[in-house]
């Protein structure tokens, strides 16, 4: 469900946010206001795979971009159809564990799974897809 701005969906959302790992805040758009009033898509279902994926690797997952507005989608070079116009996410990738992380995401039903060197990107779409980025390949054992 998409919320125009940040504030909206604070302000919906705030009683029942059982996600204490997880906020709008780092959730919405991060075009910092240029295109969009920081908007947010909420899916409950998605925020509690991301709580999983968190709980299995027993670490922080910090969130490098959730959704997009369109004009931020394309400004960086996003999909024309990129699960971050709802809600997908970029996980920073510092001292995980690679195949940990990938084997939770994969078990917590994430079913768009990208392999970059400094990130991993998480959706839940409707026809799985795995892909390594360009670079990336030797990082990561699929
Ligand atoms: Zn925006």
């Not at 925020?47 to 670490?59: E, F, H, K, P, Y």
């Not at 969130?63 to 999909?79: I, M, Q």
């Not at 768009?112 to 030797?138: K, Q, V």
Request: net charge positive.
């Amino acid at each position: 469900m998409l919320f125009a701005s940040r504030s909206a969906a604070e302000s919906a959302l705030h009683s029942r946010w059982r996600w204490q790992h997880f906020s709008i805040a780092e959730l919405c758009c991060k075009c910092d206001g240029r295109y969009c009033d920081r908007a947010y898509w909420h899916d409950s279902g998605f925020l509690d795979a991301l709580t999983s994926v968190r709980a299995d690797i027993g670490g922080p997952l910090i969130v490098t971009s959730g959704h997009r507005c369109p004009k931020w989608n394309r400004r960086v070079g996003g999909a024309v159809a990129s699960k971050h116009l709802q809600i997908a996410v970029d996980v920073a990738v510092a001292s995980h564990s690679r195949s940990a992380l990938l084997r939770s995401a994969q078990r917590r039903g994430f079913s768009g799974i990208g392999l970059a060197a400094h990130f991993i990107h998480l959706d839940r779409r409707a026809d799985p897809a795995l892909w390594i980025y360009n670079g990336s390949e030797h990082l990561w054992r699929v």
